[in-house]
């Protein structure tokens, strides 16, 4: 089991900044990729960026690439969310999701609790 840790929101103004972490304990010699997903009120989760060891295979979603940097350490204990130029649609909680090795292959199974930004407009 992996147990995970979100941290680092907060309320910015329109084009500011914001760097979410998360840290992960536990069964942590099985993960195998990390994610960034968001859920704003009345909508349905939204996946962000993820990660894999070692920085590998990062991807991110069309609303957030240019202006998010996903990054972590190689073995996917701290993993971070730079975010920049923030506008108000990304006001959402943010979720850190683990996939470890035991996990179907395209699913998350560990989550946090999450954490709020919001962007004023």
């Known amino acids: 089991q992996v147990q995970l840790v979100e941290s680092g929101g907060g309320l910015v103004e329109t084009g500011g900044s914001l760097r979410l972490s998360c840290a992960a304990s536990?069964?942590?010699?099985?993960?195998?990729?990390m994610a960034w997903f968001r859920q704003a009120p009345g909508k349905e989760r939204e996946f962000v960026a993820n990660?894999?060891?070692?920085?590998?295979?990062?991807t991110y979603a069309d609303s957030v690439q240019g202006r998010f940097t996903i990054s972590s350490n190689n073995a996917l204990t701290t993993v971070y969310l730079q975010m920049n130029s923030l506008k108000p649609e990304d006001t959402a909680i943010y979720y850190c999701?683990?996939?470890?090795?035991?996990?179907?292959?395209?699913?998350?199974?560990?989550w946090g609790q999450g954490t709020q930004v919001a962007v004023s407009s």
């Open positions: 536990g069964r942590t010699f099985t993960l195998y990729k």
């Open positions: 999701a683990a996939r470890t090795m035991a996990a179907l292959s395209n699913q998350y199974d560990s």
């Open positions: 990660i894999g060891r070692s920085g590998g295979g990062i």
